[in-house]
């Protein structure tokens, strides 16, 4: 359940279990979800999806004023048997995963030129990841991409986003019937980039999907990993890492909703936080509907607060419309790395830098070994040192 | 061999209506292969003491001079001190989530001795070390003082003392909160270092049951911000005898 110790100044945590009430995922939301922009008002920052975003630093991707005007360079190196394939909008696999919620994401929705297709064939088995790299190059662009993962087939699939720009798309991830689909998604981006992006994924019956979302750069990124199940026996897990610099806003707000029955989904977020207006938030939301007996479900978000002036909005939420379940539960929890564990570090001679290295590592180190994809861990561990050199 | 000397030191720490001076003038010299026990009531300044060798940020040292064999010591910052040769074994430990027993002494070894351990012989001294201290080699992979009781925590610390082999351990109040047995085995992990000749040790203590095990050469009365009364083992006696009610009035009505 929710718990709380140490919290630095500022920084919320906040958790709610409710059981057999009016749906508050639901309500919470200005406007149910659409495929068109027009169905969503313009935010004005006191919603309840929006409170914790500084819709300043948008560059209009809310409003309706951002246009078009930019470059993302992309590449994807599909192993043999993967076929990738760019279509209209009116492409029956185009938002079968899910549809968008919020403004932004329908926005990015009503203004993609093509959408691109990945397709893992029924029963393929890749020894190698898919990798998918988009380095903008300035400006706004729109995007859509459906990777489609078919019965049986067990794929990872890596999407890097680097360089510059202001970013909204929407990924969705088809995943058939008994297929394993590892995605790992990292938001590498420079300061400046603006990104935000809503995931979807919808399980086939006794399928597995194990996302990874790696967030260290942008100006403002704001994700919506999101996962549904088309059928019973299907297993979500949802890691996540960030690591949040001064003057950076990351969000990550995640929805599970269990509507089919004996499946499971395992959530496990951590972020440290560093320097003068680092701010995370991280929204947690299981949804277990009345169907989904049997659900087995467990979310986590562990921050780590490395020095004065960062804030962390956490808030766990669980709606159970059932009783009939294996397991559900929540944690948050936010600390600081204090003086007292500073000092106790130093007085066994390690020097002030690297006790706090030593902290860092220690709090990523057990998820980042979960990842699974050999180059991603080592890139992750390498990106954590940089962050920790340039704290100190 | 090594020698603290301690000349006048004054500490000071920060309330709510300002400075507010703890230590008072404290003298004391303590040499490789001796023992001083220092005993005194509490809110004496015995933790302070502690503290304040060890560089602790809460307290403000405002006179006086602490040298470890000629080198300043208050002017090095903490871990510099643990390097230095100065090890405390702390009251109360403090939990550090994410940070396995091993890799943490590893890690602390490798900055004390100013090289890696090698591998082999480490895991050898580790294993050998916690078998003395009666401590389950599962223990090595939890994080650092997270869940453990009481006693677990203060064989840790002397785990540490022992890996470490500083010039100068300061124990403070590693008696406290400890039944007889954790009390012995503890006990008998000081006094395996104290064997070998090469430490100088401050036993910071409230009760005297500790001295049974740990023989101390000195016994110094804390009392008021500084030392009130010196003698050997047998002032420890006469402390148990009829506890430290003549200091606290002298120090009261001082």
């Not at chain 1, 990874?212 to 026996?233: C, E, K, N, Q």
């Not at chain 2, 404290?26 to 220092?38: P, Q, R, Y």
């Not at chain 2, 500790?210 to 050469?217: A, E, H, N, S």
């Amino acid at each position: 359940m929710a718990e709380a110790q140490n919290i630095p100044a500022g920084s919320t945590t906040a958790g709610a279990i409710a059981v057999a009430a009016e749906s508050t995922v639901a309500t919470r939301m200005s406007a149910p979800p659409s495929f068109d922009v027009a169905d969503f008002p313009v935010p004005h920052g006191r919603e309840e999806e929006w409170r914790f975003t500084p819709l300043a630093r948008l560059r209009g991707l809310h409003d309706g004023t951002a246009v078009a005007d930019g470059t993302m360079k992309a590449q994807i190196d599909a192993p043999e048997g993967v076929t990738v394939e760019s279509v209209e909008r009116g492409d029956a696999r185009i938002g079968k995963a899910g549809t968008p919620v919020d403004r932004i994401a329908a926005q990015a929705f009503s203004s993609f030129a093509k959408a691109t297709v990945v397709t893992v064939p029924k029963e393929a088995v890749l020894t190698e990841p898919v990798r998918v790299s988009l380095h903008g190059e300035g400006g706004t662009t729109f995007g859509h991409t459906v990777f489609d993962v078919q019965a049986f087939a067990e794929a990872v699939i890596v999407i890097d986003h680097t360089g510059d720009g202001v970013r909204a798309a929407n990924v969705d991830f088809l995943v058939g019937d008994g297929a394993k689909l590892t995605v790992v998604s990292v938001q590498d981006w420079d300061d400046t980039a603006v990104h935000c992006s809503q995931h979807n994924a919808l399980i086939g019956r006794d399928a597995t999907f194990k996302s990874i979302v790696v967030t260290f750069g942008g100006d403002l990124v704001r994700l919506h990993p999101r996962v549904s199940y088309a059928g019973p026996g299907g297993e979500a897990e949802l890691l996540g890492l960030y690591f949040t610099d001064a003057d950076q806003h990351q969000e990550h707000r995640l929805l599970v909703t269990h509507d089919a029955p004996h499946c499971k989904s395992h959530v496990v977020y951590k972020g440290a936080l560093q320097g003068e207006g680092a701010h995370a938030v991280w929204i947690g939301d299981v949804l277990i509907e009345k169907s989904a007996e049997g659900t087995d479900t467990y979310e986590m978000n562990r921050n780590l607060v490395l020095t004065d002036g960062a804030r962390v909005d956490s808030v766990p939420n669980l709606e159970i419309e059932t009783g009939e379940i294996v397991g559900a539960g929540h944690a948050s929890a936010t600390g600081r790395f204090d003086d007292e564990q500073l000092f106790y570090l130093q007085a066994r001679g390690i020097p002030a830098d690297e006790a706090r290295r030593l902290v860092v590592r220690g709090f990523f180190a057990e998820l980042v070994q979960q990842i699974g994809v050999d180059d991603i861990e080592e890139r992750l561990l390498a990106k954590i040192e940089t962050e920790l050199e340039a704290s100190v | 061999m090594a020698t603290l000397e301690i000349h006048d030191l004054h500490v000071s720490v920060e309330a709510e209506n300002g400075a507010r001076e703890i230590l008072k003038g404290v003298d004391l010299t303590v040499k490789a292969g001796e023992t001083h026990a220092i005993m005194g009531p509490n809110g004496s300044g015995k933790s302070t003491l502690a503290y304040s060798l060890a560089g602790h940020p809460k307290y403000t040292i405002t006179g006086g001079t602490v040298t470890l064999d000629g080198e300043d010591v208050l002017e090095m910052s903490v871990d510099e001190r643990a390097r230095a040769g100065v090890f405390l074994a702390m009251q109360y430990p403090v939990e550090v989530p994410g940070v396995s027993v091993s890799n943490f002494l590893r890690t602390s070894a490798t900055a004390i001795r100013g090289e890696a351990p090698k591998l082999r012989t480490w895991v050898k001294e580790v294993k050998s070390a916690m078998e003395q201290l009666q401590m389950d080699p599962a223990f090595a992979e939890r994080n650092v003082n997270e869940g453990f009781s009481g006693g677990e925590k203060k064989r840790h610390e002397i785990l540490q003392l022992e890996l470490l082999k500083p010039k100068i351990a300061i124990l403070d109040e590693t008696d406290s909160g400890l039944d007889v047995d954790a009390l012995r085995i503890v006990s008998e992990g000081v006094n395996r270092v104290r064997e070998s000749g090469e430490v100088g040790t401050l036993l910071i203590t409230h009760y005297t049951r500790i001295l049974r095990y740990i023989k101390p050469d000195f016994v110094h009365v804390f009392a008021n911000g500084r030392i009130a009364e010196s003698g050997g083992a047998e002032l420890a006696d006469q402390l148990e005898a009829e506890g430290y009610d003549k200091y606290v009035k002298g120090g009261a009505t001082a």
